[in-house]
């Protein structure tokens, strides 16, 4: 018999902790499975749904978590886990789809995402047959799992993907993306591709950059200087700042050093003000341990696309309908930079995602290859 997925409670908590070490011993090192405080207050958030499945005996078997964020109208879902006891009988199939199902029927959410490691196949076929798309992946996200990968996957409201603001164009190396983009999601209109813009032959010296690691003061900062409609990255805040030391510009992060992971989330004044000095705020950011770069960007945002290509960022995903603009939505691109050699050994992916996975490569040997033949 199928289990029923209830609210988790405060009082689960105890058991909780007890099922993530029995699915991943030590290895589990997230506050959702290992920090009661952290645990207890999501359970009680209202940002949050936690739902946990019982045995007949009543014990937990089951647990998975879902966050919304109302402002930008998003969901994630995080924190799968399934007692191993009690694996193949469609207990993580019933917990992906209860979960989506409950997150987008109570209208505060346009899309939920989900994403799933890429050691087996298994993750990503449970989201795709509880209605997910394939979107892409992520290369070699994390340092602290030996550059593993993950795939991005999102699951939309039923009158959602057919109100999209066209795209009219986009540079030529995202044509790839967009072709796997209108396969899982069809476009309004198929854009117009226009030659990518020349890397600059010397980039404008840089003033120096200082790395202001404060995440209160940076969050209070971001939010007076950085316009909304040019700030979004949902479920990431800011917490360290990058700034110019002739004030010419500051650029927001989040930073996980223990990962070499960084999301670039805004720019004041504006992104194009970074452009002269990318790739010299790229090496500080290796410097500071960041050997995974990442970014947002609208589809349609022609001249932030170019400058991030010109510099070494490939699209890796595509959300198409993430943002609410009006009545219509707008897709966005996530611009993925590497500074270590990709390493794809033991990647298990589900066929839905190749065509992504395949352009990424395709565009790095162009650009980092071809790179390194000029030089010998």
Known sequence: MTPVFDRARVEDIDELLRLYRRVYGAAYALPLGTEPAVMAREIGSELTTWL????????????????????????????????????????????????SDEMLADGRIDSVYATARTTSTAPQRICLRAGFRALGFFPNLRKAAKHETMVLLARHRDDVIERRHPVERVPASLGPMVEALNTVARMPVLPELVPDKEVPAQQVPSPGVELINAPEFVQRRFGEVVEPDRAFYPFHKPNMLLAAADGSYEVYTHLSISDGYCTLIGAAPNPMAVDPHMDQLIGQLGNFGAFYVETLAPLDAFDELSSLLAHGFLPAAAYPAMRRDGEKFRDY?????????????????????RPFVEQYIDLWKQKYLNTIGVYR
């Open 333 to 353: 691109v996530v611009m993925a930079r590497t500074m270590q050699p990709l390493d794809f050994r033991g990647l298990a992916i589900d066929a839905a995602f």
């Open 52 to 99: 946990v499945a019982r045995d007949e005996r009543g014990e937990l078997i089951a647990s998975i978590v879902g966050n919304v964020d109302p402002v930008d109208r998003l969901g994630k879902m995080q924190g799968l886990v399934v007692d191993p006891a009690c694996r193949g009988g469609g207990i993580a199939q019933h917990a992906v789809s209860s979960m």
